[in-house]
Nanobody
């Protein structure tokens, strides 16, 4: 089993920055990729960014491309999401997720951290 714990959320003004962290513990060697998702009130959960655990290749949703950066520190078993130029529409609960295979469902989820961007 793998446990994921997010941190770093908070309240920020539009144009500001935040860095989210996701600390993984347990059988982290089984992880293939880690990702960030978000869910705004009244909306479905949406994909934000993904990073492969071994090679570090990344992919982003169009809505955050150029503003958000996902990275990982394998020594610390931690994934980060650097969020710059934040907009009110980025307000959501952000979730960290882990997957043991290249595709398919995510096997592990964190509890989420709230990000609120004021205009």
């Amino acid at each position: 089993q793998v446990q994921l714990v997010e941190s770093g959320g908070g309240l920020v003004q539009a144009g500001g920055s935040l860095r989210l962290s996701c600390a993984a513990s347990g059988r982290t060697f089984s992880m293939y990729a880690m990702a960030w998702f978000r869910q705004a009130p009244g909306k479905e959960r949406e994909f934000v960014a993904i990073i492969s655990w071994s090679g570090g290749s990344t992919s982003y949703a169009d809505s955050v491309k150029g503003r958000f950066t996902i990275s990982r520190d394998t020594a610390k078993n931690t994934v980060y999401l650097q969020m710059n130029s934040l907009k009110p529409e980025d307000t959501a609960v952000y979730y960290c997720a882990g997957r043991r295979s290249p595709r398919g469902e995510y096997d592990y989820w964190g509890q989420g951290t709230q990000v609120t961007v004021s205009s």
